[in-house]
């Protein structure tokens, strides 16, 4: 086990000013730890951290902080996500001891999809604090030492501290609002749902920047290759909260048999270079979902890398 960090790479790499660029790796059904590596290994040096997912779409996977802690040996800088569904505050603020204590730095702060989605409908779903509540509780263990029935922590947790935000769900007027009291909670870094329509996307980080919110938190902007038309179709049709405009699905459509990937690829890479450009965008998150062995290509093909060393 390596010596426990410092602090944060993503933290330090955004507080110099640079364009962070993190990746994600969705944790084995199981507990193949070289099937894990063999994710990883892409992502190396190519990212920033590597967002690692908490039982995503309510299916049950190696936990979040196992795997997080595995790539921390693999010498990457994880992102771990916990959701609300499965925890009461006990295990919340346990997990968070233990993850800092395994030398975890950054934790993105989420509810969670509802189990009746996931491969365990009939399981209990606990929410015993919400999302906005999670935010809170960390930022009061890390800035005050203390736990949330107000008793001394010996060594406070010291996370660099995340949420999400989705532009696009409804009603859209409110979403600019729910971010900025995500921020008032005490997120120190926030990452979009994957956009696809742009346009809708820069009306969101507008409000956002009217408001001063860029520069209150660090806003990433999330983004998801499509690998086929089945996929756009897919999240267009079956993904709560997922705006895909019908003139992608064409995009896609015209590109010919097989060729479908690379026009998303060409499209992520279209957005990171407006995002780079966007006041109010301090950087990307990749969500390479289940291929993250092309990560390396993007990059490059982004012109994100070298990574800078903070």
């Known amino acids: ?31 193949n730890v070289e099937h894990l590596k063999e994710k990883i290994e892409p992502l190396k040096g190519m990212v920033d951290a590597v967002n690692v997912t908490d039982n995503q779409t309510a299916v049950v996977r190696m936990s979040s902080w ?10 990457v800088e994880p992102n ?38 996931g491969n365990h409908p009939e399981s209990k779903n606990v929410y015993d604090i919400d999302s906005m509540q999670l935010i809170a509780l960390v930022k009061k263990m890390r800035d005050e030492g203390k736990f949330l029935n107000g008793e001394e922590i010996d060594v406070p947790p010291r996370l660099f501290i995340g949420a999400a935000a989705n532009p696009f769900s409804d009603p859209f007027e409110f979403r600019v609002y729910r971010l900025a009291k995500k921020i008032d909670a005490g997120a120190d870094f926030i990452q979009t749902q994957c956009i696809y329509n742009m346009d809708r996307f820069k009306e969101f ?34 993904v709560p909260g997922m705006d895909v405009p019908e003139s992608l699905i064409k995009r896609l459509r015209g590109a010919g048999k097989g060729k479908a990937g690379e ?3 060409r499209f992520a890479l279209e957005q990171i270079e407006e995002f780079k450009e966007m006041e109010g ?30």
């Open 1 to 31: 086990m390596s010596e426990l960090k410092s602090g944060s790479n993503l933290e330090k790499v955004l507080k110099a000013g640079h364009f962070a660029f993190t990746g994600e790796c969705g944790p084995p059904k199981g507990a």
């Open 66 to 75: 196992a795997a997080s802690t595995i790539m921390c040996q693999e010498g």
């Open 80 to 117: 771990f996500q916990m959701v609300c569904r499965d925890r009461n505050r006990l295990a919340i603020q346990a997990d968070i001891l233990g993850v800092y204590a395994m030398g975890i730095r950054n934790m993105l702060c989420l509810s969670g999809d509802h189990q009746r989605f």
């Open 205 to 238: 980080i507008k409000q956002a920047v009217d408001m001063g919110l860029y520069e209150k938190c660090y806003i990433l902007a999330g983004v998801t290759p499509m690998k086929s038309v089945g996929m756009a179709l897919y999240m267009a049709k079956q």
């Open 263 to 265: 026009e998303g690829i």
């Open 281 to 310: 965008v301090a950087g990307v998150h990749l969500m390479a979902i289940e291929w993250e062995h092309k990560v390396p290509e993007i990059a490059e093909r982004a012109g994100v890398l070298p990574r800078p060393t903070v």
